[in-house]
Every structure is written in structure tokens, then in C-alpha cells.
């Protein structure tokens, strides 16, 4: 079955970086893009962007452009979002989901990582 | 404007029926998602493209589409549909988006 298995919970202080990974199995996984998308607490879902497993080709949010970095190891099945220059509003959980058909339908999401940004 | 618009909360009998809708530009020339999130667990996707289910998901589910408003239907609302659902489509640029979310109350 198709499964994507986050890393786990993080706690980073301002100013810092956080790579959280996500690693597919089930499936071919050059052949589905993988979304990020996280939910701050109590808030709804937010878009990060896309990677493109097989090129590796991104798109990122607007907001997130200069400091979200999506990469893969497709020898490994995994992506990966970095997130620099962490402030307390970056606080949220974080989803990777994979893309169905490339019409932006999630078909399946990890399970999430609590990234924690405080002093 | 790549931005859906969902009303914050809806409450519906048990075994009645309720619709949920999403409203967006991009929902003129891309199809809307819905997702059923339930609290400290991951999004699921519920209904996708012009009115389709994944596997396992009731049929009481269902999705429809006018101009730009996506809705999403429950027919017979159970006690476990009480969640928050979620749409969400992209827009010419390759952007996703997702519309604020709607909390369904099974009272």
C-alpha cells in the first residue's frame, strides 16, 4: 500500500534551519509529484510547494520563494523540505502528499512533523 | 486571484444532508479537491476531480462544480463525518491553494 513516513518531531530556535524528510514506499516514486503543506496551530492548510521526483523541478510558493528548498534521493524513495531562517511563525506541522495524477489531488500524506520554533 | 473561499462552519442533523461549498477563480478552469480532517490526524482526500471517490470513501460523499464554486455534499450525515473539510485546486502558475476550511457539527 501506499505509505509516506515523516521524520519526527523537531524543536529549532529562531534564525534556524530545519530538513525534514519523507520517504515513500508502495509505489513508484518517480512517478507521482510530492506537495508540501503545512497547518499551524488551530490554522488551516497552507501550500508550500511541489517537487518533481523523476527531474527533480520545483515550484514553490511565493511566500516561501528564497527560503523553502524541496529536494529527493529517488535512489532512496525520500524527499526533503528545508526550511531556513525558522522564525516562531514557521511553527506548524508539517505534510508531504502525494500529487494522484498532477491535478494537485493528494491522494496520500504522511503523517506529519511538529516543527517547534522557540527561544 | 488564486484564493477559495469556504464558510468557517456548518452544522447538520443526523442522517440530513449538507453542503459545503468553495469559491475561487481557478475553480472556472481547474477542478477542486476536497479533504475530511479530523483532529491531530492527517488531511484525506475525499472527493476529486468532476465528482470521483477514492477507494473507501462512502458514496454519501459526493462533489459538484458551477462556474466558480466547487461543493462538496454529504447525504445522510453520520456521526463520523464531524471534521473539518477542505478544498483546494491551483491556479495558472502551477500554485496550489486551499480554502480556509469548514468545521461540519453532526448535532
Known amino acids: ?119 | 486571484s488564486s484564493e477559495l473561499t469556504q464558510g468557517p462552519t456548518v452544522s447538520v442533523a443526523l442522517g440530513q444532508t449538507v453542503r459545503i461549498t468553495c469559491q475561487g477563480d481557478s475553480l472556472r478552469t481547474y477542478y477542486a479537491s476536497w479533504y475530511q480532517q479530523k483532529p491531530g490526524q492527517a488531511p484525506v482526500l475525499v472527493i476529486y476531480g468532476q465528482n470521483n471517490r477514492p477507494s473507501g470513501i462512502p458514496d454519501r460523499f459526493s462533489g459538484s462544480s458551477s462556474g466558480n464554486t466547487a461543493s462538496l455534499t454529504i447525504t445522510g450525515a453520520q456521526a463520523e463525518d464531524e471534521a473539518d473539510y477542505y478544498c483546494n485546486s491551483r491556479d495558472n502558475r502551477g500554485n496550489g491553494v486551499f480554502g480556509g476550511g469548514t468545521k461540519v457539527t453532526v448535532l
Open chain 1, 1 to 119: 500500500q501506499v505509505q509516506l513516513v515523516q521524520s519526527g518531531a523537531e524543536v529549532k530556535k529562531p534564525g534556524a534551519s530545519v530538513k525534514v524528510s519523507c520517504k515513500a514506499s508502495g509505489y513508484t516514486f518517480t512517478g507521482y509529484y510530492i506537495h508540501w503543506v503545512r497547518q499551524a496551530p488551530g490554522q488551516g492548510l497552507e501550500w508550500m510547494g511541489r517537487i518533481n521526483p523523476n527531474s527533480g523541478g520545483t515550484n514553490y510558493a511565493q511566500k516561501f520563494q528564497g527560503r523553502v528548498t524541496m529536494t529527493r534521493d529517488a535512489s532512496i524513495s525520500t524527499a526533503y523540505m528545508d526550511v531556513s531562517s525558522l522564525i516562531s511563525g514557521d511553527t506548524a506541522v508539517y505534510y508531504c502528499a502525494r500529487d494522484r495524477s498532477g491535478s494537485y489531488s493528494f491522494d496520500s500524506w504522511g503523517q506529519g512533523t511538529l516543527v517547534t520554533v522557540s527561544s
